[in-house]
């Protein structure tokens, strides 16, 4: 039988209640020789082993259930571990980033170098001076890297190889840092780490926490706009029941305790901000990952990119210092050679870079920077296409 049930029928019993219709001898026989059923010790013990065993949740208006596969179906098994919970958030949130660092770092092509480059060039007392030496640092950077990486595509028979091939091969990328779109393809799959560790966070804490974790902020909306009380839930409870056993001369007894939990009034609380702040990455994830999607594959989108930033340098026209980079040409041929600019020279990455830099706040300097990139290329352009009357074949 129950323990609690055999104490509440004890206790309602007329005979068995603490009377004083008796004298002190007749009270030192009956109440203090009996030993006391929850001493100190047990007390201490209560509270140790229930917090290392998981308790479990009955509303108190319910009757706490016998069967123990019912009390084991309430059971709450996350309080203990929600700083390891917390934890092991942290560094699914933080991954990606790591892993963009780790492969882009070995990618020949340090983009952190280059914005640190372009900051530290705005805070510096010769910003004159200063500017030359950082726009020459990335364009060395940049023309470096997309001569490597035509290098090594051609040594690696890349263009000969047939389309399922090419796709298998961007399928696996970070064995062939080689690829002219090695780090839009690395930029597109830390992204993608990024929607799906959002997305993934909801479900994974609901199998955590139980209780249908990933409906716990709807209910919180509806109960606030309803004026009903939301504090007391059944996925944060602070009042829980515990069962223990202990072993009493050969005879093992079980009990069945109320436990409070008030490390559950900060978890609420954690756990419901963070279903927001997940819901709301998530949409943002979403968002900017078909709007990356859609960027990267656009070819024209990359190329108009470049010829506004040219544009508004004045790169296809003659220079006025008398540092000319070629003959002037027809606005048909020059946006043919701005194509050819985007499309054969700086590919994805190239393009990727410079964007890159302009988000973080460097738009100034990349303009100077596709400048310089298009001064070069139109020389060589020219050399190799141009004949005696420089018309491009």
Known sequence: MDILDFAKKLSAGKHHSARNDDVFIDRLNHRYTVPAQFTGGYEKYANDICWIMNTYYVPLEHDIPHSETTRYERMLK?????????????????????????????????????????????????????????????????????????????????????????????????????????????????????????????????????????????????????????????????????????????????????????????????????????????????GDFISWILRIVRVDGRSAYVRRKLAMRGANKPKSNGESSGPELSSADENKMIRSFVRDYLHEDGCFALRLLARNGQDIIVGDVIDKLYDDFRKTYLAEHTNTDHSIA
């Open 78 to 286: 996350y309080y203990q571990w929600s700083p390891f919970i917390l934890l092991f958030m942290a560094l699914c949130f933080y991954f990606p980033r790591m892993l963009w660092r780790s492969l882009n770092n070995k990618s020949g092509l340090d983009i952190e170098k280059l914005v640190d480059a372009a900051m530290k060039q705005e805070q510096n007392d010769n910003p004159t001076e200063e500017r030359t030496k950082t726009i020459e640092y990335i364009v060395n950077s940049i023309r470096v890297y997309i001569e490597n990486r035509y290098e090594s595509t051609n040594q690696n028979g890349y263009n000969q190889r047939g389309y399922p091939k090419k796709v298998w091969y961007h399928f696996i990328f970070w064995r062939h840092r080689h690829l002219s779109a090695y780090i839009v393809l690395l930029f597109t799959f830390v992204k993608f780490l990024f929607l799906t560790n959002s997305l993934l966070q909801i479900f994974l804490l609901n199998a955590f926490l139980g209780n249908e974790y990933h409906l716990f902020g709807f209910e919180v909306i509806v109960k606030f706009l309803r004026g009903l009380d939301w504090g007391e839930s059944k996925r944060f409870p602070r009042v829980t029941l515990c069962d223990f056993h202990i072993r009493e001369v050969g005879i093992v007894h079980r009990y069945t305790v109320q436990c409070v939990l008030p490390i559950n009034l900060f978890n609420e609380k954690i756990f419901l901000i963070l279903w927001f702040w997940i819901l709301l990455l998530a949409a943002f994830n979403i």
